[in-house]
Each structure stands twice: as C-alpha cells, then as structure tokens.
C-alpha cells in the first residue's frame, strides 16, 4: 500500500527544520557519551536478509567471534540477518557487543545478541553513520544490499578525501563482492575516476583468519583511538 504524505508549506517545513536540530543534536551527544566508552570496537555491516542457516551469517558469527578473542568489541546496526549474527559472535565470545538501531517501516528489529546498556536507538542515517566511522577501528563488510554498500563507500571517500584516517576496509566473500571490484578496476579506473592507489583503501577475503591478519597487521604499531 502507498504511503500517503501530507504537503506541508515552507513555512511549516522551516518551523520544523528549527526544532529538528535539538533532536539531531540529542542524537549525537547520546551516541557520543555512550560510544566513547565502550573501547576499541570492529563494526560489522551485511544484509538484514540472511538467515541463519546461510554461510555468510555462521561465517560472521565466526569472524565476530575471532574479533572478540583479540581484544576488540562488535558494533553492528543491531538489526536481524548479518548484524545480528556479528552480534551473536560477540556474544559468544563474551565480548562488547553494541547494536546502532535505526527506526524503519520494515526489516529492522534489535536483535537478542546487543548488550543490554549498548543498544542505541536512532531517527537519522547520518547520525548513525557517523558513529560507526567514529567509533570503530575497521570495517568487515559482509554481502549487503544499499544500506551495506552506502556504508562501505561513505567510509572510503571520507578516508579517500582524508576527512579521518585510515583504517582497515575488509569485505569479505570474494564471489559475492568480486563482480563489484572489476567494475572499480574496468570502468572507475579505466574512466579516470579514481586513482590506482584508491584500490588499497579496501581488502577483499573468504575468511575469519584473513580478517584477523589485516586487523593484526594493520595495528600491531597503531594506537588504538576514535577515528575524529
């Protein structure tokens, strides 16, 4: 059924712009006091879709699971499918596990596995987003739809651009990403639109140990801090 959307004038949107700042602004210190608590983290993004008996949700519950085991707690989006099951591995492991809720129609519900003092509830994408990029020390990018691709390219360009710094870009299953990549190699390079060395801001691996050696190397002479 088609949701109907009441006009509204520009006055009524400018009164409403003006007060949306506060709830924006409530937004981000919320996120910001209890994100810059919770130690060094790995956010873990995927689709909503999986379920459990799909290799890509046992393999993040596996690839959560060895994050845990090396220091580092788990954020996800706090949703069903992939993000549940990186919460699920957190879990397992007796690890942070911290689920960034966002409020959706459809599809998104907090999952059993988020820390009950670490679940976070907000309105906007953008705020969201910027606590994922602030507070994690890399991303392991599982098969996804738009909201996972939206994700891994915001944190590229901010990093390509040098708007934070560098941190590990890991996308992992090489047959569901590898049709992607060619299209960045053969037509975004070929076109001139990036630059060669635009193709190391991002891993492509199949497994939990891959994962685990980028992190390691990536931080074994690296301080471990918030991104911004």
Known sequence: MRKEYKHKSWNDIKANDSWAIFKIMGEFVGGYE???IIGPCVSIFGSARTKPDHKYYQLAVEVAERIVEHGYGIITGGGPGI???GNKGAHIAGGTSVGLNIDLPFEQHDNPY???DKSLDFDYFFVRKVMFVKYSQGFVVMP???GTLDELFEAM???QTHKIERFPIILVGSDFWGGLVDWIKNTLL???NISP???DLFHVVDSADAVIEILNNFYKDTRLTPNF
């Open 114 to 116: 988020i820390d009950s």
């Open 83 to 85: 993000m549940e099951a």
């Open 34 to 36: 209890k994100l810059s």
């Open 157 to 159: 360009t901010l990093i």
């Open 190 to 192: 070929e076109a001139g």
């Open 144 to 146: 996804g739809g738009f």
């Open 197 to 199: 060395e635009d193709l």
